[in-house]
């Protein structure tokens, strides 16, 4: 019994790591495609749909760049820091931005 106990405890920062990093990396990346899908069009005079393109295309970077960091950080309050106010950040900034250029 003691070394299931043990065992399930060695486990659980695995399993929150793992968490992190795909769902987090995934949700950040998202958002900061989302974001940059509406940046881009309003601060260049590139089109929507490359811009959408492009920004896909830039989301599957960050989110490997995000998956093989959230492995490499040592404390993992700071990976969940990072990861929740990234994701927050950029999904808030991509629907803000959205609902100024709906007219534009």
Do not use: D, H
Request: proline share 4%.
């Amino acid at each position: 019994m003691k070394l299931v106990r043990v065992a399930i405890l060695k486990a659980v920062p695995i399993v929150l790591r793992l968490v992190a990093a795909i769902v987090g990396g995934y949700a950040v990346s998202a958002g900061l495609a989302a974001f940059a899908a509406v940046v881009l069009p309003a601060a260049t005079a590139m089109p929507r749909s490359e811009a959408v393109v492009l920004s896909s295309m830039l989301a599957f970077l960050i989110y490997l760049v995000l998956l093989i960091w959230a492995f490499a950080e040592p404390r993992l309050v700071r990976l969940w820091l990072v990861m929740v106010i990234a994701g927050l950040g950029s999904w808030g900034g991509a629907w803000g931005l959205s609902r100024l250029t709906v007219g534009a």
